[in-house]
């Protein structure tokens, strides 16, 4: 309801629930951002009954600081997930070598947001700059955190009132990494680079948590605190006398035995037990005699035998109680002990929490430092200007994808002398490669990454758009062109001069004129209205025509190579422009009926051959498309090896007569 956003019902919830007496010390607060967290602060009393977890302080955190990348940008460039929702062949995969779980989470959050801050992308430029070029301090970091639990998903778990013992194990253990680390990067100039002191710093000294953790938890713990048994031998003395009754009750009952058949002389004296009186001394009829009697015996008669006599005693009731309810007892002091260390933790959220996201930064900058270690990585120039030039530079995905198959290596130079560049060239060229491969290397060095190139300098790009193929939209009633036409609009709405635009193919969805017309006019506005880096690949030839006017614009092409009448494809950008698309070739290759790709040669060079309007009604009549005989290639005359075959009989031959007619086609085939 609207009054959960009321501003100052919302400053009342928060200083209660904080215990402040003003939002001040905080930080100033518009209206709006308090009733959004009164709100915030409603919704989680309401999901967790009234059991509110431990909350940090409300902190703003400034917007503008990272690239602008919307939802089909994300999709079409696959970041976190390939187009068919799998990790493997994303941007994360390719680059993802950390080794805990809050450093991937980390790596994911970097890529999905990256800088516009130049000092903060240097800052992670340097840290992983360190570790690349100290391949000793770099294994030894990534070892110790090879050991390191998930703090972060631990310490949630505790807040939320989820959390079990092992979440306690995986504190202690996360921060008992954290002494070692903080040695390993100091043993290496700690002072000399700012981003390791930090760390540092907020990797902190957590000795006295560890060392109450340490003596508190078993070795083998359960994973819920209900299931008991997670508390170690010593660590509490009532806990141990509850712990003994519960596994050597029989040992106390022996000891007592013992004593009792001392007190009273009588041998054979036992405690027995049964399910009607539980535990009772038996001694025989014979030997009642010897029981001390009267009113200062601790002895009370329970039953008469024929042959026996049953007492007890005030000290074996109370053991056999305390017996009984050992179990019970110890588990409820656990519980209780899982509570008071739960609440050592949940004190220390804070620097605990610091403690953790070093972690994860150390992981990502060792594991960036490992990948561009692996490979022909170069740390990227960044600056404020709008300067994007990349040399020798490679698609990741692609490349560690393929690993066996050498990346040829291309270089971009979106200048502000030529910002736009317009690329054709046939399919399967390495259009479409080549324009993902510089988005993600503009994605990788602001997120503080090395980039896949031999150089590379990246002029802050404020947002990045990609319209790189298409599928309909069935279930919101759009069409493969309305949804092409849509994102075209939302770049050509939304893109600032600091953006980057890379446009694949734009006007294929509808007929050739209109196709042509959307892709001509969309080069203009981006020149000269937007003037933002782009790349726009096309199979339009005729907008070639427009660098005539437009200054800025670059035209290159993926060059091909044609021999024995096939086509090589060389996956280089170069200068110029396409001869052709070799469309048909490439229907050759995928397979395509050899009728149907020879009828396509015959009407593509029939529409070639003069105006197409006077040709399409032609084509009806002289090259009929449903004539299967006019499209078969001829056949070639039978050879003199094939003749000779077809005149033999195999059964009829004698094994001379094989031999010779072998030495035969030998002979014709060398003719």
Same mark, same amino acid.
């Given at each position: 309801?609207?009054?959960?956003?009321? $501003?100052?019902?919302?400053?009342?919830?928060?200083?209660?629930?904080?215990?402040?007496?003003?939002?001040?010390?905080?930080?100033?607060?518009?209206?709006?951002?308090?009733?959004?967290?009164?709100?915030?602060?409603?919704?989680?009393?309401?999901?967790?009954?009234?059991?509110?977890?431990?909350?940090?302080?409300?902190? @703003?955190?400034?917007?503008?600081?990272?690239?602008?990348?919307?939802?089909?940008?994300?999709?079409?460039?696959?970041?976190?997930?390939?187009? $068919?929702?799998?990790?493997?062949?994303?941007?994360?995969?390719?680059?993802?070598?950390?080794?805990?779980?809050?450093?991937?989470?980390?790596?994911?959050?970097?890529?999905?947001? #990256?800088?516009?801050?130049? #000092?903060?992308?240097?800052?992670?430029?340097?840290?992983?700059?360190?570790?690349?070029?100290?391949?000793?301090?770099?294994?030894?970091?990534?070892?110790?955190?090879?050991?390191?639990? +998930?703090?972060?998903?631990?310490?949630?778990?505790?807040?939320?009132?989820?959390?079990?013992? !092992?979440?306690?194990?995986?504190?202690?253990?996360?921060?008992?990494?954290?002494?070692?680390?903080?040695?390993?990067?100091?043993?290496?100039?700690?002072?000399?680079?700012?981003?390791?002191?930090?760390?540092?710093?907020?990797?902190?000294?957590?000795?006295?948590?560890?060392? @109450?953790?340490? !003596?508190?938890?078993?070795?083998?713990?359960?994973?819920?605190?209900?299931?008991?048994?997670?508390?170690?031998?010593?660590?509490?003395?009532?806990?141990?006398?509850?712990?003994?009754?519960?596994?050597?009750?029989?040992?106390?009952?022996?000891?007592?035995?013992?004593?009792?058949?001392?007190?009273?002389?009588?041998?054979?004296?036992?405690?027995?037990?049964?399910?009607?009186?539980?535990?009772?001394?038996?001694?025989?009829?014979?030997?009642?005699?010897?029981?001390?009697?009267?009113?200062?015996?601790?002895?009370?008669?329970?039953?008469?035998?024929?042959?026996?006599?049953?007492?007890?005693?005030?000290?074996?009731?109370?053991?056999?109680?305390?017996?009984?309810?050992?179990?019970?007892?110890?588990?409820?002091?656990?519980?209780?002990?899982?509570?008071?260390?739960?609440?050592?933790?949940?004190?220390?959220?804070?620097?605990?929490?610091?403690?953790?996201?070093?972690?994860?930064?150390?992981?990502?900058?060792?594991?960036?430092?490992?990948?561009?270690?692996?490979?022909?990585?170069?740390?990227?120039?960044?600056?404020?200007?709008?300067?994007?030039?990349?040399?020798?530079?490679?698609?990741?995905?692609?490349?560690?994808?393929?690993?066996?198959?050498?990346?040829?290596?291309?270089?971009?130079?979106?200048?502000?002398?030529?910002?736009?560049?317009?690329?054709?060239?046939?399919?399967?060229?390495?259009?479409?490669?080549?324009?993902?491969?510089?988005?993600?290397?503009?994605?990788?060095?602001?997120?503080?990454?090395?980039?896949?190139?031999?150089?590379?300098?990246?002029?802050?790009?404020?947002?990045?758009?990609?319209?790189?193929?298409?599928? +309909?939209?069935?279930?919101?009633?759009?069409?493969?062109?309305?949804?092409?036409?849509?994102?075209?609009?939302?770049?050509?709405?939304?893109?600032?001069? !600091?953006?980057?635009?890379?446009?694949?193919?734009?006007?294929?969805?509808?007929?050739?004129?209109?196709?042509?017309?959307?892709?001509?006019?969309?080069?203009?506005?981006?020149?000269?209205?937007?003037?933002?880096?782009?790349?726009?690949?096309?199979?339009?030839?005729?907008?070639?025509?427009?660098?005539?006017?437009?200054?800025?614009?670059?035209?290159?092409?993926?060059?091909?190579?044609?021999?024995?009448?096939?086509?090589?494809?060389?996956?280089?950008?170069?200068?110029? +422009?396409?001869?052709?698309?070799?469309?048909?070739?490439?229907? !050759?290759?995928?397979?395509?009926?050899?009728?149907?790709?020879?009828?396509?040669?015959?009407?593509?060079?029939?529409?070639?051959?003069? +105006?197409?309007?006077?040709?399409?009604?032609?084509?009806?009549?002289?090259? #009929?498309?449903?004539?299967?005989?006019?499209?078969?290639? #001829?056949?070639?005359?039978?050879?003199?090896?094939?003749?000779?075959?077809?005149?033999?009989?195999?059964?009829?031959?004698?094994?001379?007569?094989?031999?010779?007619?072998?030495?035969?086609?030998?002979?014709?085939? @060398?003719?």
């Amino acid at each position: 309801p609207a009054s959960r956003f009321d $501003s100052l019902n919302a400053e009342a919830r928060l200083t209660a629930h904080f215990s402040v007496a003003s939002l001040d010390s905080f930080g100033a607060f518009t209206r709006s951002e308090t009733a959004a967290a009164g709100a915030l602060l409603d919704y989680v009393d309401l999901t967790q009954r009234g059991r509110a977890p431990r909350l940090s302080r409300p902190v @703003r955190h400034g917007g503008g600081g990272t690239m602008e990348i919307d939802a089909p940008t994300r999709r079409n460039l696959e970041l976190t997930r390939t187009l $068919s929702g799998d990790r493997k062949g994303s941007l994360l995969s390719a680059v993802d070598r950390t080794v805990t779980g809050p450093g991937a989470r980390l790596l994911a959050e970097r890529l999905a947001a #990256p800088l516009t801050d130049v #000092p903060a992308i240097e800052s992670r430029l340097r840290l992983v700059g360190f570790f690349r070029d100290g391949p000793g301090v770099r294994d030894r970091v990534r070892d110790l955190l090879k050991r390191t639990p +998930d703090a972060e998903r631990a310490l949630s778990r505790l807040t939320l009132g989820r959390g079990g013992p !092992r979440d306690l194990a995986a504190i202690r253990d996360a921060l008992a990494a954290t002494g070692p680390l903080a040695e390993a990067v100091g043993a290496t100039g700690l002072a000399d680079l700012e981003e390791l002191a930090d760390l540092a710093r907020r990797l902190g000294r957590h000795n006295p948590l560890v060392d @109450r953790l340490g !003596r508190a938890l078993a070795p083998d713990l359960p994973l819920q605190s209900r299931d008991g048994g997670f508390i170690a031998p010593g660590y509490s003395e009532a806990f141990d006398k509850q712990t003994a009754l519960r596994t050597d009750g029989r040992g106390l009952i022996v000891q007592m035995e013992a004593g009792l058949r001392e007190e009273t002389g009588i041998p054979s004296l036992k405690i027995r037990h049964n399910n009607v009186l539980g535990y009772f001394i038996e001694v025989s009829t014979a030997q009642s005699g010897k029981m001390p009697a009267g009113a200062d015996s601790p002895f009370i008669h329970r039953q008469t035998m024929a042959s026996a006599t049953r007492y007890t005693t005030v000290a074996l009731s109370e053991l056999e109680s305390d017996i009984v309810r050992a179990a019970d007892r110890a588990l409820a002091i656990e519980l209780a002990l899982f509570d008071d260390l739960v609440a050592e933790v949940l004190g220390q959220t804070e620097p605990i929490a610091r403690a953790a996201q070093a972690l994860a930064e150390l992981d990502v900058a060792a594991a960036l430092a490992d990948l561009a270690a692996g490979g022909e990585w170069c740390r990227p120039s960044v600056t404020a200007d709008a300067t994007f030039a990349v040399t020798g530079g490679r698609h990741t995905v692609v490349e560690a994808m393929q690993p066996d198959t050498p990346f040829v290596p291309n270089d971009c130079d979106l200048g502000p002398e030529r910002n736009l560049w317009l690329l054709t060239g046939p399919n399967m060229a390495g259009k479409s490669t080549f324009l993902r491969q510089n988005a993600l290397i503009a994605i990788l060095a602001q997120a503080g990454s090395f980039v896949p190139a031999r150089e590379a300098t990246i002029g802050i790009v404020d947002r990045l758009f990609s319209r790189v193929g298409a599928a +309909d939209d069935l279930a919101r009633g759009r069409s493969t062109f309305m949804v092409e036409m849509v994102e075209t609009a939302a770049i050509l709405n939304r893109a600032t001069p !600091r953006s980057l635009v890379i446009l694949d193919e734009i006007g294929r969805g509808t007929a050739t004129f209109d196709g042509l017309s959307i892709a001509w006019a969309t080069v203009e506005h981006l020149h000269d209205n937007l003037r933002c880096r782009a790349l726009f690949a096309t199979h339009y030839h005729e907008l070639t025509a427009l660098s005539a006017r437009l200054d800025r614009l670059s035209r290159h092409t993926m060059r091909v190579r044609e021999w024995q009448d096939e086509i090589v494809f060389l996956h280089e950008v170069a200068p110029g +422009d396409a001869e052709a698309s070799y469309g048909i070739h490439v229907a !050759r290759l995928a397979g395509m009926p050899a009728a149907v790709v020879a009828r396509a040669g015959e009407v593509l060079a029939t529409l070639e051959a003069g +105006d197409q309007g006077a040709n399409v009604s032609r084509l009806a009549d002289d090259l #009929p498309l449903f004539s299967a005989g006019a499209a078969e290639p #001829p056949r070639p005359a039978p050879s003199e090896a094939e003749l000779l075959l077809a005149e033999i009989n195999p059964d009829e031959l004698t094994p001379r007569a094989a031999l010779e007619f072998l030495y035969r086609l030998k002979s014709a085939a @060398r003719d």
